[in-house]
């Protein structure tokens, strides 16, 4: 993608005004590390955000096409999503409504207002009614099956701190026949900053991830992201009503949703660029302390997959 092309495809699309700064686009168009540009716009009247993919890729290609045939879907059962307004599949371009509200935290842990404001029972039934959904999607290039796999490898080989824990995920993950076979829709990046609330409303936004997933992993990903507030995270957790079989399999997500964080910190770490992803900077004495704490939960969890 470059500033000039991006700029044509831009100009082409009737009654769109462009509010994001050019420099800041240009900025997405170099970073390597961003495989979608992000743009705040006008759109006949309407808030909108245009997504483009970068570069296209069976991968991308994938996305796309799962991202807004669900959340087309979710209008139609009236599940808050942002609604598409806009398409042009060929250049892998989106526009999206502008959700307005407050972002229900960073990329790990939901604040305190989320928290005060959104109920445990409100975020169960919005996630509930997405893993019921019957809806066609494109198998991801690498399914979920497989990145778990290669996921494991990996930590297996970079995560030594953590290695018996990881050797008994591993193993329940080859065992685990309910994993395999409790597949549903997922949205696949359900974070807090992924969370827009307004007064007690909420909707999530992002949807690329979206794919048929194990059927717990949203509801692994909320309750670690509101481990912050035991009291909302229980509810939580004593809603989900988990049978026991699918304690363990509950538990191996939430062990996996935290070494996902232990290498990103741990690569952090390594780098002395001490920030999660995008974050504001840490010390490192702060994300040493993440990483010791997520390896003391994990620890505990794996007790679960005997």
């Not at 989106?94 to 972002?103: A, D, E, K, P």
């Not at 305190?112 to 109920?119: G, H, T, V, W």
């Not at 193993?171 to 007064?199: C, E, M």
Request: proline share 4%; glycine share 2%.
């Amino acid at each position: 993608m470059t500033e000039e092309k991006l700029k044509i495809m831009l100009s082409e699309i009737p009654r769109l005004k462009v509010s994001t700064a050019d420099s800041d686009i240009l900025e997405q168009i170099k970073d390597e590390t961003r495989h979608r540009i992000i743009i705040l716009a006008d759109f006949e009247g309407q808030a909108s955000v245009v997504r483009i993919y970068k570069k296209e890729s069976p991968w991308t290609k994938t996305r796309y096409h799962n991202e807004n045939g669900v959340l087309k879907h979710l209008e139609t059962i009236s599940l808050p999503a942002p609604k598409v307004l806009y398409e042009d599949p060929a250049n892998l371009l989106v526009i999206h409504s502008f959700s307005l509200g407050t972002s229900g935290g960073d990329s790990v842990l939901f604040t305190n207002d989320f928290l005060a404001k959104i109920s445990p029972e409100s975020v169960y039934q919005y996630l509930s009614k997405l893993k019921n959904l019957k809806i066609p999607l494109i198998e991801l290039p690498i399914s979920p099956i497989e990145k778990y796999s290669k996921d494991l490898k990996d930590f297996q080989e970079t995560i030594l701190i953590a290695e018996t824990e990881i050797t008994k995920m591993a193993n329940f993950f080859k065992t685990s026949q309910l994993f395999f076979s409790q597949t549903s829709v997922t949205h696949g990046d359900a974070n807090p900053g992924n969370f827009i609330y307004l007064d007690s409303n909420f909707l999530l936004i992002d949807w690329e991830n979206v794919c048929l997933d194990n059927h717990l992993y949203d509801f692994a990903t909320v309750y670690r992201s509101a481990l912050s507030a035991e009291s909302w995270a229980k509810r939580f957790l004593k809603l989900l009503a988990l049978s026991q079989e699918e304690i363990p399999v509950f538990y191996f997500n939430l062990s996996m949703i935290m070494l996902r964080e232990v290498s990103v910190i741990q690569s952090s770490l390594a780098k002395n660029d001490l920030r999660y992803y995008r974050s504001a900077r840490m010390t490192r004495e702060q994300m040493e302390k993440w990483l010791q704490a997520n390896l003391a939960a994990i620890k505990e969890y794996c007790d679960f997959l005997s």
